[in-house]
């Protein structure tokens, strides 16, 4: 904790606390139906890696059998980290885990999609997670370029913008058949230097972010750029000219 806050807090996580964590997991374990012979251990938060780790118990004799994954933005179960719900139930009635061989396939060949070629208006989040695992071969997105427009206004912060853009990329991932392409199409990003979301260039971004920032004369312009953290050079802009960059 930092001065009262939980690090989930600092980092704006969707999942706060412990409490929430487990209420993730359990219907995770409801929709494998094993809610009734699993019991959770203490879950753990990873801000290294942005995830939950929720340790799954033998009801009966407390041993642990699995975990299940969250990614603490988002609150979705990461799949492809969790313990596959078959290897619960393998291990719950003693019997040897066996891994699944792999099929053969030869080289640079891969499955068609069976889907059919559809026009779908909607919601992208609500949209890929109606489609089936795998189904698709290319993926191109060009989201809105959260405040590179005056009408691009859906989202009031820009990490609220980061989210939304987490989210479907996380659903993308699992309808994607293995071995196709994912492609994104992003604008750069203008945060004026006084915003407090200026900060979030220290971490991550999805494009380049550009921070606008008032400078009294051309000295102070060239200082702030040669001075910038994140070692880009943002545009600048003096009082005397306002209309030119520097």
């Not at 704006?12 to 009734?36: G, H, R, T």
């Not at 299940?68 to 179960?77: H, Y």
């Not at 695992?133 to 009031?156: Q, W």
Request: proline share 7%.
């Amino acid at each position: 904790m930092t001065r009262g806050r939980m690090v989930t807090q600092l980092r704006k996580y969707s999942i706060i606390d412990v409490q929430a964590a487990k209420e993730v997991a359990m219907v995770w374990l409801e929709q494998a139906q094993l809610q009734n012979a699993v019991t959770f251990g203490l879950p753990e938060v990873d801000d290294r890696y942005h995830v939950w780790r929720v340790p799954l118990l033998n009801q009966t004799g407390q041993e642990r059998i699995g975990e299940v994954v969250i990614d603490a933005r988002t609150s979705l179960i990461l799949e492809n980290k969790s313990t596959a719900p078959g290897t619960l139930e393998a291990r719950l009635l003693g019997r040897k885990v066996e891994s699944a061989p792999s099929a053969p396939r030869a080289r640079d060949t891969y499955a068609l999609s069976a889907l059919r070629n559809t026009v779908i208006q909607g919601d992208s989040e609500a949209i890929l997670s109606d489609l089936p695992a795998g189904s698709v071969d290319l993926i191109f997105t060009s989201p809105p370029y959260y405040n590179a427009r005056p009408e691009y206004t859906d989202y009031v912060t820009y990490e609220e913008y980061l989210l939304k853009i987490r989210k479907i990329m996380q659903q993308a991932h699992r309808v994607l058949a293995e071995g196709r392409f994912f492609v994104m199409n992003v604008s750069p990003v203008l945060i004026r230097q006084d915003d407090p979301m200026a900060t979030v260039n220290q971490e991550e971004t999805f494009g380049p972010l550009l921070t606008v920032m008032t400078v009294p004369d051309a000295a102070a312009a060239i200082e702030a750029a040669n001075s910038t953290r994140s070692q880009t050079r943002p545009p600048c802009f003096t009082s005397q000219a306002p209309g030119r960059r520097t």
